[in-house]
């Protein structure tokens, strides 16, 4: 137990100081449609916007605890998705790769930044953690509730209850209805949408097939090839290399040498499949690359590069490298590798990286730097000092909900 219980100390640690900032970008949005759930203007935000459950939820809190309390949702669910990460590593390897993959959780930059304003890829996360925890655990109606509510947050968990039920067919030989209910939810939920004329989430589509909608510019691109463009390239270069995640690859590539047995390879399919499809579909999409489009794929990176490290001979030398880079990369931007990529600007009193222009302004939400830079900007409000940079500019409307009144 106590395995468990230091990372989820740790998570508490970093994240309590910054529970009551004002959100800003993608998280003020959200707060915004949250309160427009609440006050009964829902029909335009279930037409235009991804499935509505973050927005329910968030109103369902606000109508209890009041606007204050957002920041409560992302501790919680943090905690939530460390305990899933943990169960999850257990079940698949052992307790050791589990406290490793939990800790590496709870100290993951982007987790965490993600998580400051629970914006709706970190919800998804952590629903798809839990869901599998308890497919791993063979609780099968718990993963069928758990994945239809990652599916109702944000459609592209569909491509890991795909994963579950392809291995159902090829692996299992047995298809459970439990992995086949979050696709009946999906597709009620495109039905009613199209129902009124409209498609999934398309608002920033940039393919030649925007006119069309998200779900066929999927398939077109990968019919087609238009999957290798430069949307996906930023987002490959986001998973596979941005701010010291090339190094859990290497472990992760050397895990892949240790999973021998047909048994445990079995198990592992369906998040194999799950990694690739939503590699192949989801980053390659012709939208904005912002950074937490790859946070799905993330805690499985943790658990795999855990596992790669502890099966090396000098295991205590690169487990602690493991825990040095998830701390290194918490704190700061000084990946040499990324340096040569990106380019940084100031953001206050941060230095961090800016990426492309393709990546827009949350292409800053990636590790602690920017829960700093939320503090200041929300100190600076405070005191009626309302020249904020544009990169993270304030709504008055989240103001006034706050009753914030400096900023006008």
């Not at 009946?184 to 398309?202: D, K, V």
């Amino acid at each position: 137990m106590f395995a468990l219980i230091l990372p989820i100390l740790l998570y508490i640690f970093l994240l309590v100081p910054y529970l009551y900032l004002i959100p800003s970008n993608d998280g003020s949005l959200e707060f915004l449609q949250s309160k427009q759930w609440l006050i009964g203007h829902n029909y335009i935000t279930l037409m235009l916007d991804h499935p509505p459950l973050k927005l329910i939820l968030f109103s369902f809190i606000f109508k209890l605890f009041g606007y204050h309390t957002y920041g409560y949702i992302g501790l919680l669910f943090g905690i939530f998705g460390i305990i899933a990460i943990y169960y999850i590593a257990k079940k698949l390897f052992d307790e050791k790769v589990a406290f490793l993959s939990a800790f590496l959780m709870s100290t993951s930059g982007l987790f965490i930044s993600v998580g400051l304003f629970s914006i709706r890829d970190f919800i998804m996360t952590v629903f798809i953690l839990i869901a599998a925890a308890f497919y791993f655990y063979s609780r099968y109606v718990f993963y069928a509730i758990f994945i239809c509510l990652a599916v109702l947050t944000k459609e592209t968990a569909i491509f890991f209850a795909g994963s579950i039920l392809l291995s159902n067919i090829f692996v299992e030989k047995k298809v459970k209805f439990a992995s086949i209910t979050p696709l009946i939810i999906l597709g009620c939920y495109i039905a009613s949408i199209h129902l009124f004329g409209y498609h999934l989430w398309n608002d920033w589509n940039f393919s030649t097939t925007a006119r069309e909608g998200s779900a066929i510019t999927m398939i077109n691109n990968l019919i087609t090839l238009q999957l290798f463009n430069k949307y996906a390239y930023e987002n490959w270069l986001h998973l596979f290399i941005f701010n010291f995640n090339w190094i859990y690859w290497i472990f992760v590539i050397i895990s892949f040498f240790y999973i021998k047995k047909s048994e445990m390879q079995k198990k592992l399919f369906p998040i194999g499949l799950f990694a690739l499809s939503f590699i192949i579909m989801v980053l390659s999409f012709q939208t904005f690359t912002i950074n937490r489009y790859i946070l799905p794929l993330l805690p499985f990176v943790y658990i795999f590069a855990s596992w790669g490290a502890l099966q090396l001979r000098f295991k205590p030398i690169f487990v602690s490298l493991l825990v040095i880079t998830s701390l290194v990369s918490l704190l700061f931007s000084v990946d040499p590798i990324s340096n040569m990529i990106w380019r940084k600007t100031q953001v206050l009193n941060e230095n961090m990286y800016l990426n492309k222009p393709i990546d827009g302004n949350d292409g800053i939400t990636y590790n602690m730097q920017y829960l700093i830079i939320m503090e200041e900007r929300t100190a600076m409000i405070d005191a009626g000092d309302c020249k904020i940079p544009s990169i993270i500019s304030y709504n008055t409307q989240t103001l006034s909900l706050l009753k914030i009144h400096t900023c006008k």
